[in-house]
């Protein structure tokens, strides 16, 4: 094997962030750039030696680029063997289901997830551990470490690059690469979890429409196989069912803003009776009824109640997490039910120590991210089947199920406000503004009416291996029962966005059909006066309300 031994210098900017390291497309194709990264893995990733490495991601330009790179770079780091997903695609859950289904050591995933794509947008690399989650804090805190000291890199030459358009047996200078069908292993899986004949009768009883909004991004084939192929699905239902190297131009964020053609039909008077889309990376998912968007934390709180009645969970759901800003709509279902139930901060590698250790069985995020314990990251299609399951078992709309979630257990009224494009400088001394008056704020007033009862900046202990991780953001509880919580995004690739999730318990049927933003509207403003949003960032209101 000809290994070349390349001399490197390091980037001090290789920090992965919530959800691995994303930068801009241009500032990946620096000269160097992606390789430090990738050495700095197998540098501390040891396992990868001689195991089984799973490589793929969601299509998005630069990545037959990268495929190419961390194949070469892979067979000169003694790299056992490599399992890449056809045309180099892979959503994020079916990574972690093939790594967990094969026995790999790890995975190396290529996306920006909800980034926009294109010779102008995002990329981003991220590594899975051998439990098929991402790579726990203290991994990718080495891997930073070494990204900072690195010298050079091993590369070989290949003569020629693997035809990813060809599923079977390839080599890259005596390394085995297999090109293996990205959504077999995934599909297998779903198959054992859910009840696919009651799904099939749904699709089949004539009285039921879905339409599932793929973005251009990669849950396109995911969709098609499970929805159309399996379930029997008009074709036709995955929309935008073809990856794009830029997803079209979109953003493929699954949200009522992004989503717009999924919105637009869903609102329509001719509206099916179910909705759902998913991100960049197929780990997102968006629920919509008929005429009814369903905010994420009361799906993952409605999914919590009803887990127990899908095949793969009956008679073994003890515990579920939540991310720290999602609302506490779930936390009712697991009083409720006797189940335990944990806060994790934001980022989906928080809950893999929970997963692993049998004490939960579901996690969700309030970013549009839910799943279980079949895999070890959020999951957009598992979600849509556990709705659909759902759906089948009580045969009513969306919008019934959902209502009659808040009569039994109140509604937690909930809205995240971004404000996006800020300047680093500007988030930074925000929240140290914050971080300073944090013990006097208890008691304090606020203009709009809510008084502070309590704040604290959220630090998380894993109950399972004692690794504190700190400043995941201010909690602020109000007298009026409400909280707000703010923190500084992870995931974005310059600047800085401020993100305030808003929440406030709501009792009484008869104010479940009032406005949201109304309803919340003086936890917004007294979150934004005790923030001093106004004075930090010169913003008078959010550009992004969700
Ligand atoms: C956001 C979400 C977080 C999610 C993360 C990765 O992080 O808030 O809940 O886990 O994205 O999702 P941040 O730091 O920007 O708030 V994905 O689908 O982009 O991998
Ligand atoms: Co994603």
């Keep these: 094997m000809a290994i070349i031994e390349e001399v490197s210098t390091p980037f001090d900017d290789q920090r992965p962030g919530t959800s691995g390291l994303r930068k801009t497309v241009e500032q990946f194709s620096q000269p160097r750039y992606l390789e430090n990264f990738i050495q700095a893995i197998f540098d501390t990733c040891t396992e990868l030696q001689g195991g089984t490495l799973v490589l793929g991601g969601d299509g998005r330009y630069y990545s037959e680029t990268a495929i190419d790179t961390i194949l070469r770079m892979a067979a000169a780091n003694g790299v056992g063997r490599v399992l890449v997903g056809r045309e180099g695609l892979f959503s994020t859950p079916a990574v972690s289901a093939t790594i967990r289904r094969r026995g790999a050591a790890g995975g190396i995933l290529l996306t920006a997830s909800h980034n926009p794509g294109g010779p102008e947008g995002d990329f981003g690399v991220k590594y899975n551990v051998a439990n098929g989650g991402p790579a726990p804090e203290q991994v990718t805190e080495a891997i930073f470490a070494r990204s900072r000291e690195i010298t050079g890199y091993r590369i070989v030459q290949a003569f020629a690059a693997v035809d990813l358009a060809r599923e079977g047996a390839a080599e890259v200078d005596g390394m085995p690469v297999e090109v293996i069908d ?152 697991a009083e409720a039910r006797g189940y335990d139930h944990y806060e994790t901060p934001t980022g989906w590698k928080f809950f893999g120590n929970l997963l692993d250790a049998g004490r939960v069985q579901l996690c969700g995020e309030e970013s549009f991210g839910t799943s279980s314990d079949h895999v070890r990251e959020k999951d957009g299609l598992w979600a849509v089947l556990a709705w659909l399951s759902i759906l089948a078992g009580r045969r009513e709309s969306v919008e019934a199920v959902v209502r009659a979630h808040w009569t039994a257990y109140g509604r937690d009224l909930y809205s995240r406000h971004d404000y996006e494009g800020l300047t680093k400088d500007q988030g930074e001394r925000l929240m140290a503004n914050l971080r300073d008056k944090l013990s006097g704020l208890r008691g304090t007033a606020t203009r709009p009416g809510p008084r502070v009862s309590d704040a604290d900046e959220f630090a998380y202990t894993d109950p399972v291996d004692g690794h504190t991780t700190s400043g995941q953001g201010f909690r602020l509880w109000f007298d009026n029962g409400a909280r707000a919580v703010l923190r500084l995004s992870g995931t974005g690739t310059s600047g800085a966005t401020l993100r305030a999730y808003l929440e406030k318990w709501q009792g009484d049927t008869l104010k479940h059909n009032d406005d949201v933003q109304e309803l919340l509207a003086d936890v917004a403003e007294a979150a934004r006066e005790v923030a001093e949003v106004e004075a930090f960032t010169g913003r008078r209101e959010p550009s992004l309300v969700v």
């Excluded at 099939?200 to 396109?220: E, K, P, Y």
């Design 182 to 333: 990205p959504v077999a292993d995934y599909r297998a899986l779903m198959a054992e979890l859910f009840d696919f004949d009651a799904l099939r009768a749904l699709f089949r009883s004539g009285t039921f429409t879905m339409v599932f909004d793929a973005m251009h991004a990669v849950t396109g084939p995911y969709a098609k196989a499970l929805l159309e192929e399996e379930l029997g699905a008009p074709a036709g239902t995955v929309i935008n069912g073809e990856p794009r190297p830029d997803f079209a131009g979109g953003h493929p964020d699954p949200n009522p803003i992004h989503a717009r053609d999924l919105m637009e039909r869903m609102y329509r008077h001719d509206a099916p009776d179910f909705g759902a889309a998913s991100d960049g990376d197929g780990d997102r998912n968006m629920i919509v009824g008929r005429h009814f968007f369903v905010n994420p934390s009361d799906s993952l709180a409605v999914i919590a109640d009803h887990l127990d009645t899908i095949p793969g969970y009956r008679g073994r759901v003890t515990g579920v997490a939540r991310s720290m800003p999602t609302s506490r709509a779930v936390v009712r279902v």
